[in-house]
């Protein structure tokens, strides 16, 4: 080990010594590092579904971001079609490559050009599926993966996100606590994104600007499935 | 970078008569409070979860050593390495070394005050690397050889005239007839020129807002996107951060975040915060290849325990920054070193040393903005106040402070004839000052009246109608 690593946790213990504060025994600290406890959770974070729906919806919306609900995953090749059409885009989607997003219909939608995996610079609009959205700020979670990359949420100017009603909780700390039954306890995928909007910077004179580097426009497919209220 | 906070006096006097900056600082005197009073009031929970970010980091603290080394065994765990650096040279170097390992040419850098801090860029310059900042604030001052001058908006002295002067002297490839009368089209520029080169990336540097003990991530805090395209692209991610940015759990994270975007720019959440653990897993598509984090200390484990403890709480939100009258009239370079505002007039002299800026503390009027507004509630005024009285029994203070503080702690000592005496001047001061409500001069304080009139004082002091509204149990605004 090196000796700027003993030199600088020395020093920190010499100060937490000489400060005089009672301290917890490693065990205690222990027992709350790995059991981690949701401190106070807004009100706002703790409704019921078709509250959390409704309320991820408004946030969303009111922090620039588009969405429309849509009664079954199938009807996801048109309504990207759709939504390409209706804001002008090129008539090229770059999908994440995971069964449920791929497998959909999309040879229905012939004139739309697909392509997948990774996105490269030139990628003009990414699909791709959301891990939870979270009511209480509008706000998407995406964890990286083999069929999740995370370049796609950021690299094209448009991001379309697919997101299933069942997986909108209230709360940041609900949706902590998925990733923990998914990934296993204090384990993570490498990237985990919230994303909140479309990219902006107030940079130049404090006005608000739309995609500055990432996604200049970002897209929600709101999907009922099975456990939609 | 290089300190002029010794030369505090006439930095201030250069800012009060530089007409673009005035023009700047006019947008933060508007922008940021109205929005964060909006974003506190749109949560109820919100003074109650201030309290909570206050005894999370106090609890973190008080056991630093031992998140320090359960977040590092987590990273290590992960595929990733700390390396941990007691001094800015000591960090410094090792960036180096390892940009030199992975035989970079071009390093992308999303925005960090630690970088700041160490003076990163000039050393990687000096060691020949090619480094662009992506944050569109930190690429313009980069363009323009200057320091930030605020540390969430560092771009914030620069008029867009200004912007538009530099990008058409650097950017000459691209068409001198084009428009770039608007701020989106200055945005869509500098967006089409970084972008390549994200791509051409070996390496990229981000700092840190926090870092978790539980499973050994770094969190970043972004709206631009610039953070995450710096980290993902490259082969190489370096994380650039300071022993108190560790937090137990995520859930201690996410609560804090809750205070900081609201407090910082009166948002809900900023639009990216990205957890990041590691290099890239042997299967995933994208992502870095390796993983480092350089740990800082640069004094701040002497501050651990001390006078200063509390400041180590702080999460760079910038809230004092933006509510505070000194910064509104002379903006952030006048404090000379990296950190401005009352949080950099207590930090500062802390990793710089008292005798370079030790006249930071004094650019306060004590007015207790920052503090009711700091999301980790940092008592500002008071510590600022403990490097008066360590400057004053330093005496390195020029004759007149050294004279006035004297008298000060005088009457301090004496609560009642502080109080009477201050009531006679109030009363002497408004019988004077009532014909117009403003003095226009008023003698010892010419480096006040010299910029602005003095408001004649309504009759009654401070001390009194606090204790007036303590009596009728009302919080102080
Ligand atoms: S001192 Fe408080 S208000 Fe100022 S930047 Fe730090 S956390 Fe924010």
């Given at each position: 080990?090196?000796?700027?690593?003993?030199?600088?946790?020395?020093?920190?213990?010499?100060?937490?010594?000489?400060?005089?504060?009672?301290?917890?025994?490693p065990?205690?600290?222990?027992?709350?590092?790995?059991?981690?406890?949701?401190?106070?959770?807004?009100?706002?974070?703790?409704?019921?579904?078709?509250?959390?729906?409704?309320?991820?919806?408004s946030?969303?919306?009111a922090?620039?971001?588009?969405?429309?609900r849509?009664?079954?995953?199938?009807?996801?090749p048109?309504?990207?079609?759709?939504?390409?059409?209706?804001?002008?885009?090129?008539?090229?989607?770059?999908?994440?490559?995971?069964?449920?997003?791929?497998?959909?219909?999309w040879?229905?939608?012939?004139?739309?050009?697909i392509?997948?995996?990774?996105a490269?610079i030139d990628?003009?609009?990414?699909?791709?599926?959301?891990?939870?959205?979270?009511?209480?700020t509008?706000?998407?979670?995406?964890?990286?993966g083999?069929?999740?990359?995370?370049?796609?949420?950021?690299?094209?100017?448009?991001?379309?996100?697919?997101?299933?009603?069942?997986?909108?909780?209230?709360?940041?700390?609900?949706?902590?606590?998925?990733?923990r039954?998914?990934?296993?306890?204090?384990?993570?995928?490498?990237?985990?994104?919230?994303?909140?909007?479309?990219?902006?910077?107030?940079?130049?004179e404090?006005?608000i600007?739309?995609?500055?580097?990432?996604?200049?426009?970002?897209?929600?497919?709101?999907?009922?499935?099975?456990?939609?209220? | 970078?290089?300190?002029?906070a010794?030369?505090?006096?006439?930095n201030?006097?250069?800012?009060?008569?530089?007409?673009n900056?005035q023009?700047?600082?006019?947008?933060?005197?508007?922008?940021?409070?109205?929005?964060?009073?909006?974003?506190?009031?749109?949560?109820?929970?919100?003074?109650?979860?201030?309290?909570?970010?206050?005894?999370?980091?106090?609890?973190?603290?008080a056991?630093?050593?031992?998140?320090?080394?359960?977040?590092?065994?987590?990273?290590?765990?992960?595929?990733?390495?700390?390396?941990?650096?007691?001094?800015?040279?000591?960090?410094?170097?090792?960036?180096?070394?390892?940009?030199?390992?992975?035989?970079?040419?071009v390093?992308?850098k999303g925005?960090?005050?630690?970088?700041?801090?160490?003076?990163?860029?000039?050393?990687?310059?000096?060691a020949?690397?090619?480094?662009?900042e992506t944050d569109?604030?930190?690429?313009?001052?980069?363009?323009?050889?200057?320091?930030?001058?605020?540390?969430?908006?560092?771009?914030?002295?620069?008029?867009?005239?200004?912007?538009?002067?530099?990008?058409?002297?650097?950017?000459?490839?691209?068409?001198?007839?084009?428009?770039l009368?608007?701020?989106?089209?200055?945005?869509?520029?500098?967006?089409?020129?970084?972008?390549?080169?994200?791509?051409?990336?070996?390496v990229?540097?981000?700092?840190?807002?926090?870092?978790?003990?539980?499973?050994g991530?770094?969190?970043?805090?972004?709206?631009?996107?610039?953070?995450?395209?710096?980290?993902?692209?490259?082969?190489?991610?370096?994380?650039i951060t300071?022993?108190?940015?560790?937090?137990?759990?995520?859930?201690?994270?996410?609560?804090?975040?809750?205070?900081?975007?609201?407090?910082?720019?009166?948002q809900?959440?900023s639009t990216?915060?990205?957890?990041?653990t590691?290099?890239?897993?042997?299967?995933?598509?994208?992502?870095?290849?390796?993983?480092?984090?350089?740990?800082?200390?640069?004094?701040?484990?002497?501050?651990?325990?001390?006078?200063?403890?509390?400041?180590?709480?702080c999460?760079?939100?910038?809230?004092?920054?933006?509510?505070?009258?000194?910064?509104?009239?002379?903006?952030?370079?006048?404090?000379?070193w990296?950190?401005?505002g009352?949080?950099?007039?207590?930090?500062?002299?802390?990793?710089?040393?008292?005798?370079?800026?030790?006249?930071?503390?004094?650019?306060?009027?004590?007015?207790?903005?920052?503090?009711?507004?700091?999301?980790?509630?940092?008592?500002?005024?008071?510590?600022?106040?403990?490097?008066r009285?360590?400057e004053?029994?330093?005496?390195?203070?020029?004759?007149?402070?050294?004279?006035?503080?004297?008298?000060?702690?005088?009457?301090?000592?004496?609560?009642?004839?502080?109080?009477?005496?201050?009531?006679?001047?109030?009363?002497l001061?408004?019988?004077?000052?009532?014909?117009?409500?403003?003095?226009?001069?008023?003698?010892?304080?010419?480096?006040?009246?010299?910029?602005?009139?003095?408001?004649?004082?309504?009759?009654?002091t401070f001390?009194?109608?606090?204790?007036?509204?303590?009596?009728q149990?009302?919080?102080?605004?």
């Amino acid at each position: 080990m090196s000796a700027s690593r003993e030199h600088v946790l020395n020093a920190v213990r010499a100060s937490i010594r000489q400060s005089g504060k009672p301290t917890l025994s490693p065990e205690q600290l222990t027992e709350r590092l790995e059991r981690p406890r949701p401190g106070l959770v807004p009100q706002r974070g703790q409704l019921d579904l078709a509250g959390r729906l409704d309320l991820f919806e408004s946030w969303a919306k009111a922090l620039s971001a588009t969405l429309v609900r849509l009664d079954d995953l199938a009807h996801v090749p048109r309504a990207v079609a759709d939504y390409l059409r209706q804001e002008n885009l090129p008539a090229q989607v770059r999908l994440a490559p995971t069964p449920e997003i791929e497998g959909l219909d999309w040879q229905s939608q012939s004139l739309v050009e697909i392509a997948r995996g990774r996105a490269q610079i030139d990628d003009t609009t990414s699909v791709t599926p959301a891990f939870a959205g979270i009511a209480e700020t509008g706000t998407l979670m995406m964890l990286s993966g083999p069929q999740t990359p995370t370049t796609l949420n950021f690299v094209p100017e448009n991001h379309i996100v697919v997101l299933k009603a069942s997986q909108v909780v209230g709360s940041y700390e609900e949706a902590l606590a998925h990733l923990r039954q998914v990934h296993g306890q204090g384990r993570m995928p490498r990237t985990v994104n919230y994303i909140t909007g479309p990219s902006r910077t107030a940079d130049i004179e404090q006005t608000i600007q739309l995609g500055a580097h990432g996604p200049r426009r970002l897209h929600i497919l709101l999907v009922k499935d099975s456990a939609d209220a | 970078m290089e300190s002029t906070a010794h030369a505090f006096k006439d930095n201030v006097t250069t800012a009060l008569h530089d007409a673009n900056l005035q023009q700047a600082l006019g947008k933060v005197r508007q922008g940021f409070i109205v929005k964060r009073r909006e974003a506190a009031d749109r949560l109820p929970e919100f003074e109650a979860l201030r309290d909570q970010a206050r005894d999370i980091k106090n609890h973190t603290l008080a056991h630093l050593d031992f998140y320090l080394e359960a977040y590092e065994k987590k990273v290590t765990e992960q595929g990733g390495q700390v390396h941990w650096a007691a001094t800015a040279e000591e960090a410094r170097d090792k960036i180096v070394d390892i940009c030199r390992a992975a035989d970079a040419k071009v390093v992308t850098k999303g925005k960090s005050m630690i970088a700041e801090e160490i003076a990163l860029n000039a050393h990687l310059e000096e060691a020949g690397l090619d480094v662009v900042e992506t944050d569109l604030g930190e690429y313009i001052i980069q363009l323009r050889h200057e320091p930030p001058s605020h540390i969430i908006a560092p771009a914030v002295h620069v008029t867009k005239k200004q912007v538009e002067a530099d990008f058409r002297q650097y950017h000459a490839d691209l068409p001198p007839e084009r428009h770039l009368d608007e701020p989106w089209e200055l945005v869509n520029e500098a967006r089409q020129v970084l972008r390549q080169r994200y791509f051409q990336a070996d390496v990229g540097i981000t700092g840190a807002n926090f870092l978790v003990a539980e499973t050994g991530s770094s969190i970043i805090v972004t709206n631009e996107g610039n953070g995450d395209l710096t980290q993902i692209l490259p082969k190489v991610h370096i994380v650039i951060t300071s022993i108190e940015k560790v937090v137990p759990n995520l859930d201690d994270a996410m609560a804090i975040l809750r205070v900081l975007a609201r407090s910082a720019t009166g948002q809900e959440f900023s639009t990216y915060t990205t957890l990041s653990t590691g290099p890239k897993r042997a299967e995933d598509l994208d992502g870095p290849e390796a993983y480092h984090v350089i740990l800082l200390d640069n004094g701040r484990s002497g501050m651990l325990g001390g006078d200063f403890a509390d400041m180590l709480r702080c999460i760079r939100c910038g809230a004092c920054i933006n509510h505070c009258p000194v910064y509104h009239a002379v903006g952030g370079h006048a404090y000379g070193w990296v950190y401005p505002g009352p949080m950099g007039s207590v930090l500062t002299p802390n990793l710089i040393g008292v005798e370079e800026a030790g006249h930071l503390p004094n650019a306060s009027t004590f007015c207790g903005r920052c503090e009711s507004v700091c999301p980790m509630r940092i008592p500002l005024p008071k510590m600022m106040r403990h490097w008066r009285e360590r400057e004053f029994e330093r005496h390195l203070s020029p004759k007149a402070v050294r004279w006035g503080l004297s008298l000060w702690a005088f009457f301090a000592r004496r609560p009642r004839l502080y109080g009477w005496a201050t009531g006679m001047a109030m009363s002497l001061m408004a019988a004077v000052g009532r014909k117009n409500g403003f003095f226009e001069r008023l003698p010892l304080a010419g480096g006040w009246t010299d910029h602005r009139a003095f408001p004649t004082p309504q009759g009654r002091t401070f001390r009194a109608q606090w204790a007036a509204r303590q009596r009728q149990g009302e919080e102080p605004s």
